[in-house]
């Protein structure tokens, strides 16, 4: 079976499920940190919004079938932001959160990247109450956009947490298709957990594709808390070109169809 494909996608959710892992938003995972939750297996899904959002909705009503729910976090641009797609993904069900790079935009000037952080994630509550906020790598950037956080705090702004300051990740491990495989932490400039990598490849916690991972769920290696983050624009049925086309014209209808309704 080729990789990447929405099919395995759907078998590797599925295959999740099976084995007793509950599917959840990055705020849900935020709101039930305090219980206790040792026995229980959960994923974060949670989805970085970079490109071609028309992807994000097909896998989004991936996982509205299978019952889960997962987040997808919007950047700014054009590229990203997509009033339609967003509007359609919150209404599956599914959490909407801010990709931001304000740091990266502004040059590096704090100040006014706060102001414009503001600013933008006013305009993602337009469509959905935001709660939680996830870094955009910016691999080509120099600014790491986490560096707002030195000086200033969005918990401030209602914020109830970010993946890669608010994560338990002794308590987490965590997976990311950076590089369009699963073990593209060697090649990936800011999406990995450093302080915790070294000892996950070292207990054998390192897959390279998507029926790997899925066999290595099936057979119990796969520890019981996890994020996983997907960059949907990676995922698709139809390499070429033309057929895509085809697909994104049939779920911009579908989208119509769906504010239509409303
Ligand atoms: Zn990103």
């Known amino acids: 079976?080729?990789?990447?494909?929405?099919?395995?996608?759907?078998?590797?959710?599925?295959?999740?499920?099976?084995?007793?892992?509950?599917?959840?938003?990055?705020?849900?995972?935020?709101?039930?940190?305090?219980?206790?939750?040792?026995?229980?297996?959960?994923?974060?899904?949670?989805?970085?919004?970079d490109a071609k959002p028309f992807n994000s909705l097909r896998t989004a009503q991936i996982e509205h079938a299978l019952g889960a729910k997962a987040t997808y976090y919007f950047r700014v641009g054009k590229e990203s932001n997509n009033p339609e797609v967003i509007r359609a993904i919150a209404q599956l069900g599914h959490e909407i959160g801010y990709h931001y790079e304000d740091m990266s935009l502004c040059n590096g000037d704090i100040d006014r990247a706060w102001s414009h952080f503001q600013t933008w994630l006013a305009y993602f509550r337009q469509y959905?109450?935001?709660?939680?906020?996830?870094?955009?790598?910016?691999?080509?950037?120099?600014?790491?956009?986490?560096?707002?956080?030195?000086?200033?705090?969005?918990?401030?702004?209602?914020?109830?947490?970010?993946?890669?300051?608010?994560?338990?990740?002794?308590?987490?491990?965590?997976?990311?298709?950076?590089?369009?495989?699963?073990?593209?932490?060697?090649?990936?400039?800011?999406?990995?957990?450093?302080?915790?990598?070294?000892?996950?490849?070292?207990?054998?916690?390192?897959?390279?594709?998507?029926?790997?991972?899925?066999?290595?769920?099936?057979?119990?290696?796969?520890?019981?808390?996890?994020?996983i983050t997907t960059h949907p624009q990676r995922w698709t049925n139809n390499p070429k070109a033309w057929y895509l086309e085809l697909v994104t014209q049939t779920i911009k209808n579908i989208i119509k169809r769906l504010i239509a309704k409303n």
């Open 1 to 49: 079976m080729k990789d990447f494909t929405l099919d395995i996608y759907r078998e590797l959710l599925e295959t999740l499920q099976k084995q007793g892992y509950r599917l959840i938003s990055y705020a849900d995972y935020i709101a039930n940190s305090q219980k206790p939750t040792a026995n229980s297996r959960f994923v974060i899904l949670r989805h970085d919004v």
């Open 128 to 227: 959905y109450a935001v709660e939680t906020i996830c870094m955009h790598g910016a691999p080509t950037s120099q600014y790491d956009s986490k560096d707002l956080w030195r000086k200033y705090d969005y918990k401030t702004l209602g914020i109830i947490g970010e993946p890669y300051m608010d994560t338990d990740f002794s308590n987490v491990f965590y997976l990311t298709d950076t590089g369009r495989c699963w073990d593209g932490y060697k090649v990936s400039v800011r999406d990995k957990i450093p302080q915790y990598q070294e000892e996950w490849s070292r207990k054998g916690l390192t897959w390279h594709t998507t029926p790997q991972l899925i066999r290595a769920i099936q057979n119990g290696q796969l520890p019981h808390h996890v994020m």
